[in-house]
């Protein structure tokens, strides 16, 4: 997760809000307003704009298309039609923001499993994937968590989360062919952007509740382990061998069994044998 700055104002019009906010969300959390775009150049930076400007939890910015959709670690987000991109206003106790982008991943997978009966998982520390036992996991779900400071006092992050619901494989850029899926290629029919927003943006705001209510911290760290995928196998980080996956410390750093030692990995690009 990083902190961001000020940004140039967007530069579009967008449709009016639903009236859909304030909406309880099972389990805790207010559905906030939702702001909607066919094309757009980042989500993302319209919602930390917004953010800025006070936009309460809960509130989004959804878009069909993006043109300069942000991804962890400064890549490019691709964003063709037939994916779900959106960027979400929450809060999360400052104590435990490292556990955020794995609680979201881990709520998203858990909702997508007992929605679709499909095996989902989180590769650390963002990414969600489809483990069907015919191939190797596939990609279906990215996260990028910024902070951003409120007029409020303090700060409330912003959740960038993209799904490839039913995007043609054929439109990612070609690096990607091997290693992405989509929600269409394993849930039959293809479920639709709606329904897959109503899940992504319910599990999110669970999240979020979950690390600053009581109980909640240590049901997050339980819910990330039990999700997280590579336990028992060799990974790379930054592509050095790192070691063997054990599990996840309590702040959601990743545990690494080196042979004659235990690393935590804080940070890195992480690559999970047969995890592409």
């Known amino acids: 997760m990083r902190e961001v700055g000020r940004t140039p104002p967007a530069k579009f019009a967008p449709k009016p809000l639903s009236d859909r906010s304030g909406r309880p969300i099972p389990g805790g959390g207010t559905m906030g307003p939702r702001e909607y775009h ?6 993302q930076d319209r919602a930390v704009e917004r953010a800025r400007n006070g936009a309460p939890e809960g509130s989004r910015v959804v878009a069909g298309q993006q043109s300069r959709g942000r991804g962890r670690l400064g890549r490019t987000w691709a964003s063709p039609p037939g994916g779900l991109y959106l960027s979400l206003v929450l809060r999360a106790p400052a104590a435990h923001i ?24 989180v590769k650390w520390p963002n990414d969600v994937l489809v483990v069907p036992a015919a191939y190797r996991p596939r990609k279906v779900a990215g996260i990028l968590v910024e902070r951003v400071a409120s007029p409020a006092g ?16 054929r439109s990612l850029p ?51 382990r039990h999700w997280l995928y590579g336990v028992g196998r060799r990974a790379t980080v930054d592509g050095r061998d790192a070691g063997t996956i054990v599990g996840l410390g309590e702040e959601g750093e990743l545990l690494l069994d080196h042979g004659t030692e235990q690393v935590a990995i804080h940070a890195g690009d992480v690559h999970v044998d047969d995890a592409g």
């Open 154 to 169: 303090g700060t409330v992050e912003v959740a960038g989360i993209g799904v490839n619901v039913a995007a043609d494989r």
């Open 174 to 224: 070609p690096e990607l062919h091997d290693r992405a899926g989509s929600l269409g290629e394993v849930v039959h029919p293809p479920p639709s952007l709606e329904d897959v927003e109503a899940l992504v943006v319910e599990g999110a705001l669970r999240a979020a509740v979950d690390l600053r209510s009581r109980g909640g911290i240590e049901a997050t760290r339980r819910l990330c």
């Open 38 to 43: 066919a094309e757009i150049a980042s989500t």
């Open 98 to 121: 490292t556990l955020l982008p794995l609680a979201l991943g881990a709520r998203i997978a858990r909702a997508f499993h007992l929605e679709y009966s499909v095996p989902f998982a």
